[in-house]
Structure formats: structure tokens, C-alpha cells
């Protein structure tokens, strides 16, 4: 996917845009964020959205029929396990937050909850939208052309469908507060107004980057937002302005939207259920870095992992057996364990330094075993960093394959001090949801006694448990949240926001049946998946530093199998994604990026065969 980018729209847009830009007053209602289906594997799109009575709450509707409801948004039903004739194109709630309508292209209607049935233009093509009046006793239909049809209480106050439109279309219906009016308009930006609807402004005729896709009245329609597929928001009348996608490259396209009470801010959903809750005061906008790449050191065989010193000094891991160190610009071999066994994706795997280690000069690695199991070991490195002497075993028996299969363990210190330690399944189905096994979890361990932290599950040494094969783990600046990267088996590679004791659902049996899905039904879903196929996700980290412009925040994930540094930009909330992009190929294969103490990004790759470098990542 290719780099964020600026929305290019007229210098007089711009400056209406800025001008619209001020503070929000302090009683008006921000839109809150309740929960997304970002993340979640769809069995439909989402194609709409609309929001409670309160405000504290949100529907989101599938084209299958199927609802999604958040806050305090009741689920009253849905068309879900209906044979539908045509997709689901639109709903539209009741001003009570008692029910809702779900309208299908072919105009059928779908009622739920106190929604009452007034009619349908069903066996026709072309509807897009539906709305209610205030009483929520009739609802308006309007097809692509123009045409306006209206049902119970709710009166016709004219239509389009004489005009012809191009090759744009009629894709959204807004009424006016008293319901004596509405507003439709169309792709292009164009608005048009019907009854007491007052006509505000539009973009007809202007150079759009994506085309709208929903028009929202405000309160008192005294004007209205616009909502582009890029994200991006447009404002006139007395709609304020409280931030927009527009300068992200999206994950999914934006479907619709819907205002607080007030007019206070907005939400904007997007086709793979995502949700932007606004305003956003933190949304970055600066546009992507530019990536200035150099080589540190060459010559390696799968350097598996690196970390920093307090002095600057880089230490890094080769899977063949080897703890190094880069000191005055060279190589230097400190030694390793002598009891490792190397095999496929086995041996000597991840590191991390002690937080304390200009006072105790500890480091920690991971490694398969010749006894049989995956370790934990302990080490000091010596004065001079020209050598290290191996403390002892901090943890063992976490379980290996004789293959190597499935051999992830990558340690960090949390910001709470305690290690955690993200490990694989080693292709034993049962391992994950065995709460005895150290298999196929996130554990958090004490780094002096290596017994179980505090506050896990039932004193045991796992933090989180149902994971496939932990590749990365890292702590979103703060906030701390802990977050985990792991394969997936031919899909979904998953970024998952940690929680104690959460059950992320990698449950392989009987035997070790890679045909199950990822998370099974009622576990906890990711914040970010690849779907099909994978791309063998890896290590991660968090990008901090205002030279990484819109990436400043974001994660960064090596990609193996796809060769690519692959950008991940969640929400304020940490629960979803609003861009990625994938950068650094060329590469070959990446296994671990850890960001610098000089704010640069170091990156190993994983091709094996003595020509694996580490990489110096510069944003500018």
C-alpha cells in the first residue's frame, strides 16, 4: 500500500477548512468511541451507520443484514440469516432509540424494534438511503437518480429523477429537524434542496481525491457535514468542523456517518466496521516521512533480535547460536549458550537488556534447547562489552518441536519492570488453551526469580494464552498497553491488544488442525489481521519522534514472508486501525525492527546463507 498522502483539494477549500477549525465549546457533545468491528473477520461489508438517542451508543449495518450495536445501542434484530434478494444499502434509526430499518437495494424494508412497517418500493432497483422524520412515524427512500419516495407520516417535498447526473449519482438523504425538508446529494459534492431545506453550499463541480458517500444535517439544520470515502469532511452552513481522515490512506473506504446531539462532533464508519470517533485531537496529518536506508553491519546468518545498551551500543542475536555486539562502528562476538539446538525456525531467538542494567549489566535471551525445551537464560555482560558470562536459567520448559516448528519467543520488559515473553505453540494443538502449558501464550514473569508476576491468572506464569506463535510484543508509549504480533496459519497474521487473562482463540484440535480459524467464536478478536493471505508477520515495535511525521505512534512489523516493513496506524483508542502502509522492500525477508535511542529504526533481515544485514532505517 502506498504512503500516506495530503488530500489535494482548491486553496479556497483549504481555507474554508481552517477557518472551520476552532475549538469545540466545552458542554458540546463529543462523539465517543464505543467499539468497532475493525479488525474482525466480516462475513458481509458494513454499508451503514446510526447512533442512539443519547449518542452513547452506535448500530452498524452489514450488506447481509447482519447489525453490529456499541454503547448503548439495543440489537433489536437483523436480516442476518436471511436469504436476501438484494444487499443491505442503509439504515436509519427511530429519534427514540427504540428501533430500526434496515433498507435493501432493491427498496425492500426490514423493521425492528419499535420501527414500524409504513411501505417499501420493493422490486425495484437502485435505492440507496433511507431516513426518518422526527417523530420517527415515516421514513423517505431515495434511489441513485434522484427519486424520492415517502412512506407513513413523512411527506414528499420533491425530487431529481428528471436530471441526469453522469456518471454520478444520488447517494445520500438528510431531512431538516421540523421534517418538512430535505437535502439529497450526490458523489460529486453536488446538494440539493427540497422544502424548508435551506441550500448551504456544495462541491459540485470541484476536484474530489474520493467521492461522498453520506450527507448528515446538523441539529438545528442550519447546515451539514459531508462525508468523502477517503475520510475526508466537509462543512457548510453552521456544521463545525472536528477533524477527518482525508490525509490517511485508509484501511477501508469511509460508508457513512452520523453527528452527536448537538452537533458537537461525529462519527464516521468505515466498510470493515471501523469507527472514527470525533474530534480527534491527536489525528496526525503531516504526511509520511521520507526513508533514508544504510547498511549497520552485513555477513550474518539470521540475526533474530536486537536491543540497545544505555550508551547507545547495539547487541543483536544469530539464530546459529551467537550474542553480538557492535562496538566503534564493528563486529564484536560476546558468546552464547552452549546447549543450543538449532534447527528450521529453532535456536538462538530473542533478547532483551535488564531496565536496570547500567547497575546490574543484564541481558535476557531465548533460546531452544538441547535438553528439549525452549529457555530463558541470564547473562552479564563484562565492563568492556567483549564478552558476557551466563548467570543462570531464569525460565525453562517452555515446549519445543524437534522440528523447530513454531519456536517464537521474544522477551521485553514492561513498563510495569516484570518480562514478558511472547512464545509459540510448537505445533502441539493442545498447548494454547492448556492453562499448565507455557505454549502458544504471553507470559510475565519476575526477572530476578523468574516466578510468576503478580496479578496473572490464578498465580500461573501467563499473562494471555490462545495465541498461535508470538513473534513481537510491545508497550504503546504512553499509554502501556501491551500489544502482541503472531502468525497466522495461511491467514490472518493478528495484532492483538493484550488484556490479563484474555483468551485470544488458537485452539488447533483435535490434533493440529491448521483449518481452524484464527479466533474462535467468543475469544478476543485483533485490532488488525491480514486476512488472506498471510504475510508472516514478525517482530514489532512502536515508532516515537516527530521526525516520523504521521507515523509517529504507529507500529512498525517486519514482514517475512512479505519482505516489506509493514506500518500500522491505530485509533486514539488503541482498538482499531485508521492507515497502514508497507515501506522497506527490497529486503528481502524482515524479521525485527527496534527503534533507536538516536531515533533512527534498526531492522534485520532473514534470508539466511551468511548474507543477513541489519538495517538503518532514517526518517526525514
Not at 9 to 19: G, I, M
Request: hydrophobic share 40%; with cysteine; charged share 15%.
Amino acid at each position: 500500500m502506498s504512503m500516506v498522502g495530503r488530500r489535494r483539494v482548491t486553496a479556497l477549500l483549504v481555507v474554508a477548512l481552517v477557518l472551520a477549525l476552532t475549538e469545540v465549546p466545552a458542554l458540546a457533545q463529543r462523539a465517543g468511541f464505543f467499539g468497532s468491528m475493525g479488525g474482525r473477520r466480516l462475513d458481509a461489508p458494513v454499508v451503514a451507520m446510526a447512533r442512539t438517542r443519547s449518542g452513547r451508543g452506535y448500530w452498524m449495518a452489514a450488506a447481509d443484514g447482519g447489525i453490529f450495536n456499541f454503547g448503548d445501542a439495543r440489537f433489536f434484530g437483523s436480516a442476518g440469516n436471511l436469504p436476501l434478494r438484494a444487499p443491505i444499502v442503509a439504515m436509519a434509526a427511530r429519534p427514540q432509540g427504540d428501533g430500526y430499518w434496515l433498507l435493501a437495494r432493491d427498496g425492500g424494508i426490514f423493521n425492528y424494534g419499535d420501527a414500524g412497517f409504513h411501505g417499501s418500493s420493493g422490486n425495484t432497483s437502485g435505492w440507496v438511503d433511507i431516513a426518518t422524520n422526527g417523530r420517527g412515524t415515516g421514513y423517505w427512500l431515495v434511489q441513485n437518480n434522484g427519486r424520492v419516495r415517502a412512506f407513513g407520516s413523512a411527506r414528499w417535498w420533491g425530487d431529481l429523477p428528471q436530471l441526469s447526473f453522469g456518471t454520478n449519482r444520488i447517494v445520500g438523504l438528510a431531512p431538516t429537524p421540523s421534517g418538512r425538508g430535505y437535502w439529497l446529494v450526490s458523489s460529486d459534492g453536488g446538494v440539493f434542496a427540497f422544502g424548508d431545506a435551506r441550500f448551504r453550499g456544495s462541491l459540485g463541480g470541484r476536484r474530489l481525491n474520493a467521492p461522498i458517500v453520506d450527507i448528515v444535517a446538523t441539529p438545528n439544520g442550519g447546515g451539514y457535514w459531508m462525508f468523502a470515502a477517503d475520510g475526508g469532511v466537509f462543512t457548510f452552513g453552521n456544521a463545525r468542523f472536528h477533524g477527518s481522515t482525508g490525509c490517511l490512506r485508509l484501511v477501508a473506504p469511509v460508508v457513512g456517518g452520523a453527528a452527536t446531539r448537538d452537533g458537537g462532533g461525529y462519527w464516521m464508519a468505515a466498510r470493515d466496521g471501523g469507527i472514527f470517533a470525533f474530534p480527534i485531537r491527536n489525528l496526525p496529518c503531516g504526511g509520511a516521512p521520507n526513508l533514508a536506508v544504510s547498511t549497520v553491519v552485513d555477513g550474518l546468518e539470521i540475526p533474530w533480535d536486537l536491543a540497545f545498551l544505555p550508551n547507545g551500543t547495539m547487541l543483536f542475536t544469530e539464530r546459529p547460536g551467537r550474542i553480538n555486539a557492535i562496538v566503534r562502528g564493528a563486529k564484536r562476538v560476546l558468546g552464547g549458550p552452549s546447549d543450543v539446538y538449532v534447527q528450521d525456525e529453532g535456536g538462538l531467538l530473542g533478547m532483551a537488556v535488564d531496565p536496570q542494567f547500567s547497575q546490574n549489566r543484564f541481558i535476557y535471551t531465548c533460546y531452544d534447547s538441547t535438553a528439549g525445551d525452549i529457555r530463558v537464560a541470564k547473562w552479564r555482560v563484562n565492563r568492556d562489552v567483549d564478552g558476557l558470562t551466563r548467570i543462570g536459567t531464569l525460565l525453562s520448559g517452555l515446549p519445543e518441536n524437534v522440528t523447530g516448528q513454531h519456536s517464537g519467543c521474544r522477551p521485553r520488559f514492561g513498563p510495569d519492570g516484570f518480562l514478558w515473553i511472547g512464545t509459540g505453540d510448537a505445533a502441539t494443538g493442545t498447548n494454547p488453551q492448556n492453562n499448565f502449558s507455557l505454549g502458544g501464550k504471553v507470559l510475565r514473569i519476575d526477572k530476578v526469580t523468574g516466578a510468576p508476576a503478580p496479578g496473572n491468572p490464578a498465580g500461573l506464569h501467563w499473562y494471555t494464552k490462545g495465541h498461535r506463535n508470538v513473534q513481537g510484543l510491545a508497550f504503546r508509549p504512553g499509554t502501556g498497553q501491551a500489544y502482541s504480533m503472531e502468525h497466522g496459519p495461511d491467514r490472518d497474521d493478528e495484532l492483538n491488544l493484550l488484556q490479563v487473562g484474555w483468551n485470544y482463540g488458537w485452539n488447533p484440535v483435535p490434533g493440529y488442525n491448521q483449518r481452524v480459524p484464527m479466533t474462535f467464536a467468543g475469544a478476543i478478536p485483533a485490532v488488525w489481521s491480514s486476512g488472506f493471505p498471510t504475510i508472516a508477520t514478525s517482530g514489532i515495535t512502536f515508532l516515537t519522534g516527530s521526525r516520523w511525521r504521521d507515523w509517529n505512534g504507529a507500529v512498525a512489523s517486519a514482514a517475512l514472508k512479505g519482505s516489506h516493513l509493514h506500518i500500522i496506524v491505530l485509533n486514539a483508542q488503541g482498538t482499531g486501525v485508521i492507515a497502514q502502509a508497507r515501506v522497506l522492500t527490497g529486503h528481502g525477508r524482515l524479521r525485527t525492527p527496534v527503534q533507536g535511542p538516536d531515533g533512527n529504526l534498526y531492522v534485520t533481515t532473514s534470508n539466511g546463507n551468511g548474507t543477513d544485514r541489519i538495517l538503518r532505517v532514517s526518517p526525514s
